[in-house]
């Protein structure tokens, strides 16, 4: 055999080892599978309480094989600003996507960190909502779309089947484990059943405005009972694609290889829930699946988690180092099986919806008690919301011309007041305001004060202005300016609804 043959062989041999040592690496090294729902309650989840039978019977089943956590909350009560506290780690204020445009960012975020560790990386739905600055990061496959180009249907459950099969058979292709963030479209609207319009995406079970819940925060009407009934069916249409990424997740053979994460963007797209940071605003239903660490069916009932730990959570789960900057905290060793000191409260914050409109809050919560700062809330006003785009929004607005218990309620929320305080433990439909309230005084100025340090820690612009709260001109003073940057902003623009329906986003309603 000539030299250049035994060199052309000797390089051959030593691609195929290469390749096959590669394979080995990753077969040996766990998969990530991080699940959303879009717009879901926490207690809409039968292993969370839902009071409707039926709900959720995939989430039910991957709970009993989990370690759900029961005190779990997301920081923002709207989907872009929320998802990018997850994948980043830092804050609102921090990362710089406060609303719902895109941003340069200077910081890496989970699909760098993931690539950067080996990982193969894909996503389904929400891109442009998960991502600073589109298209940044580059993801190894955005699976919205089959192989040939077709668009999938993102209210389907069959379709999110064809999404994990094709992740999982890539990254398989790439000699690479996987990591999938499989975001599914429902319960966001449009509602199956919406506006009487049934397209052929039928939830294997559809519920009647009879037999469904109202939340405290609600009321009980005809009307409302309609769009809770819509609400309930598209949970179900949610659970019906949960099932399928799991299916696919089986029929893969990874399945004993592989971490899930589950949790929900926010709560119900109604009034008091999505875009406010109430306690049902904010907690989400969040499981781990850890092959090998966690055990199936225990439930954490003593640490409160947030989704600015996640990502630092992630990293520690495959054991990848955690960049400078990150606001979250790992609890990877709660998954362990160990305490963990330092977990009595969360903080969340809200700054912009979807039009551009800044009606900034901080919130804090402990396991009993909500404390919520709004500086815009001046009587006069109003909120700019997704949900007053709905039809319980509409009846409210109706019945508060003859009753005077609605009326109030649909003033709290058009105009809120400055400072908020509940008894979640008692009330957590956040239905009495305590702030005013002498006996809990001491608890108010407590949670005020928990407040300010995190403001000072995180280095939090709206700290001057928590810290002159009592001062209506100081409140007044800072929205104008908030109100002058939303008006006057330069910077990075909105995608456009053409863009973000290519890139399988979608405009908040």
């Keep these: 055999m000539h030299a250049p043959s035994l060199r052309s062989f000797a390089a051959a041999l030593l691609t195929l080892t290469a390749s096959l040592l590669n394979g080995l690496r990753a077969a040996d090294r766990l998969n990530v599978l991080i699940i959303t729902t879009d717009d879901m309650s926490c207690d809409s989840v039968g292993a969370y309480g839902c009071p409707l039978p039926g709900t959720t019977p995939n989430m039910d089943r991957l709970a009993a094989a989990s370690l759900r956590f029961n005190h779990a909350f997301v920081q923002v009560g709207n989907c872009m600003p929320s998802r990018n506290v997850m994948f980043s780690g830092r804050y609102p204020h921090n990362n710089g996507v406060e609303g719902f445009r895109q941003v340069r960012n200077s910081y890496p975020v989970m699909a760098d960190l993931m690539q950067a560790g080996g990982y193969y990386t894909g996503i389904r739905h929400k891109v442009t909502h998960s991502t600073p600055w589109s298209p940044y990061p580059a993801w190894d496959v955005v699976l919205d779309r089959q192989p040939d180009g077709t668009q999938l249907d993102q209210k389907n459950p069959a379709s999110y089947h064809l999404s994990t099969r094709r992740g999982i058979e890539e990254a398989r292709a790439a000699g690479k484990p996987f990591c999938l963030n499989l975001n599914i479209s429902d319960p966001h609207k449009p509602f199956y059943g919406e506006n009487g319009r049934l397209d052929e995406n039928r939830p294997s079970r559809v519920f009647t405005p009879e037999e469904v819940p109202v939340p405290g925060f ?74 090998g660490v966690t055990r199936a069916g225990t439930v954490d009932d003593r640490h409160l988690i947030s989704a600015v730990d996640l990502l630092p959570t992630l990293l520690d789960i495959v054991g990848r180092p955690h960049p400078p900057g990150l606001d979250g905290r790992s609890f990877a060793p709660i998954l362990r099986g160990a305490n963990q000191d330092g977990r009595d409260h969360i903080v969340a914050e809200y700054n912009e919806n979807s039009g551009g409109h800044r009606h900034p809050m901080r919130a804090i919560i402990t396991r009993d008690h909500g404390y919520l700062f709004n500086p815009w809330s001046n009587g006069i006003r109003a909120m700019a919301t997704a949900t007053k785009g709905t039809a319980t929004y509409r009846r409210m607005v109706t019945l508060a011309k003859e009753s005077p218990a609605i009326e109030a309620r649909l003033r709290l929320f058009e105009h809120r007041v400055p400072e908020e305080l509940y008894d979640y433990a008692r009330d957590p439909d956040a239905l009495r305001n305590l702030i005013d309230d002498p006996t809990h005084r001491a608890k108010r100025d407590e949670m005020a004060a928990r407040l300010e340090d995190w403001m000072v820690r995180t280095k939090d612009p709206m700290l001057p202005v928590f810290r002159a709260r009592a001062d209506p001109a100081a409140r007044e003073e800072f929205m104008r300016g908030q109100e002058q940057e939303s008006t006057g902003r330069s910077g990075a623009k909105r995608p456009g609804k053409a863009a973000k329906r290519k890139a399988g986003g979608e405009e908040e309603p």
């Design 218 to 291: 609600l009321f009980d009407d005809p009307a409302v009972r309609r769009e809770l009934a819509l609400y309930y069916s598209s949970v179900r249409r949610a659970d019906d694609s949960l099932g399928e990424i799991l299916r696919a997740l089986r029929e893969s053979g990874e399945e004993e290889r592989t971490a899930i994460i589950f949790l929900s963007d926010h709560g119900m797209p109604l009034p008091f829930a999505k875009t406010q940071l109430y306690f049902h605003s904010t907690r989400t239903p969040w499981m781990v699946r850890w092959p």
